[in-house]
């Protein structure tokens, strides 16, 4: 009777953190990525013997022992600070304000190693000469997530908007061959709101549909080759973090997914 109480305690916990997640949010992207991180993190408690059996339990030590853990799955710094942001956001809706704050002594992205890299999405774009030696270094590595950069490049794609691009290449083709001036932006938009980008260079986006066009063939529809979602942007994210530095490079109208 002990024993079945004590598991409903920390079935009960781990509600409580699901819905604080869900609430923490706003538009819809955020608390499906906050609720998935939560998800995340109370499936490393699970793995690790950690059983909690309330909101209060909640310590500094268990989320330093998560980001270890994930920095050893070598995790982009990146994604390390949109995971800390959406879990500070959850602590923030269970009452667990010292926890939750951004400058907390042992919680800050400083002390936990995963401080540095950019905020992709200043004003500060790319040259020309800049993107094309950025593109040649991300083909020898992968062409599906070079394809991916040139079209976020040319439309001003967000993270989530760009590793989805395959979704919508052929309507984009089909844009440009009807002389639209502008392309719709559904798939991995803010909040599931669709938006419409101004095609700048026709040519240019041209070239990269056609470039997506070819990898897609050999992919099987596919731009980055990953089973899901999330594990693409990791895979977009990761090449940028260790094989180009892009901490130090930022992308105009560029913004990160949060």
Not at 217 to 235: F, M, T
Request: proline share 2%; charged share 30%.
């Amino acid at each position: 009777m002990i024993q079945k109480t004590s598991r409903s305690k920390v079935e009960s916990f781990k509600k409580d953190f699901i819905t604080c997640a869900r609430k923490a949010g706003r538009g819809f992207a955020t608390v499906a990525d906050r609720t998935r991180i939560a998800k995340q993190f109370l499936s490393y408690l699970n793995s690790s013997g950690i059983k909690l059996r309330q909101l209060d339990s909640l310590k500094v030590k268990y989320f330093e022992s998560y980001i270890v853990q994930r920095k050893a799955e070598n995790i982009s710094n990146r994604t390390l600070q949109n995971e800390m942001s959406a879990l500070r956001g959850i602590l923030s809706q269970a009452g667990k304000l010292k926890l939750a704050d951004p400058d907390n002594e042992r919680l800050n992205n400083r002390s936990l190693g995963i401080s540095g890299a950019s905020r992709i999405g200043t004003k500060e774009a790319l040259t020309p000469d800049e993107f094309k030696q950025a593109f040649r270094e991300i083909e020898k590595i992968d062409k599906g997530v070079a394809a991916t950069l040139q079209l976020a490049y040319v439309l001003g794609l967000r993270t989530k908007e760009a590793v989805q691009a395959c979704k919508s290449v052929q309507t984009w083709k089909n844009s440009l061959n009807n002389e639209h001036h502008s392309v719709r932006i559904v798939f991995g938009t803010k909040g599931g709101h669709p938006r419409d980008t101004t095609i700048l260079d026709r040519e240019q986006l041209k070239s990269a549909i056609y470039y997506a066009e070819n990898i897609m063939k050999e992919r099987e529809g596919k731009l980055i080759d990953k089973p899901s979602i999330h594990q693409a942007v990791d895979r977009y994210r990761n090449i940028y973090a260790i094989n180009l530095k892009m901490q130090e490079l930022k992308f105009g109208n560029y913004p990160s997914a949060e």
